[in-house]
């Protein structure tokens, strides 16, 4: 098949930027042909991958990628308007050319953004795409439910996140791999900025010196002034400094490594490459694993009032000491089998 994937594929990297690149790869291993336009706001490092200028650009490379394409797939978490607009678009588009049109929400925050759309445009918007997409997928059961405000069809899929872990040295970061090993669990913090409230999340659980000393927490910084983020960290760890590891936010091999033994992951929001309300907001994000697939059915959002980092990072801690429990509730087939069922 000739499929034209559309999303965030640029750093920093999280669940959705790396499904999309885990896709992509799906797919050529299985002998499709893929195009790749990158939407995020940071433009990708992968040659492969196509950073359009402006929303002009973006116009003329959907035109030129889309031609001849047996499917047209767009990513986003759907909540800018800018976003909602290309994703309309690239429909519109995939009708002009005749190739099946697939969306998929990842989000963290439709399921209440979603509800405040503005009658005038934003509804209009979201209600014309999911009238005209020929399959759309939800990646959590909430962002389904508030899709179906818009207009019930039976072309909405429910599709958890999924992340295939690569097994070759040249993709993954082998040292990485080797000191998680060992460890009972491991929590991510990705995205890592100054004076955020993910950052406020790290430090209480540091001090607080109430984590299993077999937890590894990788911690994944922005270039510039991380060499001074990073020592703040340090001084704050006091004994647990041994169990911090740093990767950058922009190496994507490290990040498939992290992801690879996370049990929790947790950063600022994000859409479409860009981060969003970071000084009160964090999202938490649950990890199961099955083999070499990585999946991310649940999550949480903690919005701050007052000083709660203290409650939130007891939260955490908390769930570091549970047991994984079973994927019960993943099928046989798989999410990327199911999205190549969809695919037809």
């Known amino acids: ?77 759907g909540y800018l308007r800018v976003g909602l607009l290309k994703m309309m678009l690239s429909i519109f588009v995939a009708k002009l050319f005749r190739a099946k049109s697939v969306i998929t929400f990842y989000s963290e925050f439709f399921s209440i953004l979603g509800q405040m759309r503005s009658p005038f445009g934003g509804t209009q918007t979201l209600f014309t795409s999911f009238f005209l997409a020929d399959r759309i997928i939800f990646a959590d059961r909430d962002t389904y439910d508030v899709a179906t405000m818009y207009r019930k069809r039976s072309n909405f ?20 791999c080797v000191q998680l090993k060992d460890k009972k ?71 498939f490594s992290a992801f690879s033994r996370a049990d929790i992951v947790l950063r600022p929001l994000t859409c479409d490459g860009e981060t969003f309300f ?5 999202s938490l994000r649950e990890i199961l694993h099955e083999g070499s697939t990585a999946l991310v059915p649940n999550g949480l959002v903690f919005i701050k009032e007052g000083n709660t980092a203290a409650l939130c990072a007891h939260i955490i801690t908390t769930l570091s000491y549970a047991e994984t429990r079973p994927l019960s509730e993943i099928k046989s087939l798989g999410p990327y089998g199911k999205i190549r069922k969809i695919y037809g």
Request: with cysteine.
């Open 1 to 77: 098949m000739k499929i034209l994937l559309i999303g965030n594929f640029a750093p920093p990297f999280e669940e959705e930027n790396l499904q999309n690149i885990t896709l992509y790869n799906r797919l050529l291993e299985d002998g499709n042909e893929c195009s790749v336009i990158n939407i995020s706001k940071q433009p990708a490092k992968d040659p492969r991958f196509i950073n359009p200028d402006g929303y002009t650009g973006y116009l003329l490379t959907l035109l030129r990628f889309a031609w001849k394409k047996d499917v047209i797939h767009f990513s986003t978490k």
């Open 157 to 176: 899929e429910l599709v958890p996140s999924f992340i295939s872990i690569p097994e070759g040295p040249s993709e993954i970061n082998t040292s990485l």
């Open 185 to 255: 669990k491991v929590i991510v913090f990705t995205n890592i900025i100054h004076d955020s409230f993910v950052l406020e999340i790290l430090r209480e659980m540091l001090t607080g010196s109430s984590l299993n000393e077999d937890t590894a927490i990788v911690i994944s910084l922005p270039g510039g002034p991380s060499p001074d983020l990073k020592k703040q960290i340090e001084t704050a760890a006091g004994k647990m400094k041994d169990n911090l590891i740093f990767i950058e936010q922009d190496d994507v091999r490290s990040a």
């Open 278 to 282: 970071e000084k009160f907001t964090v």
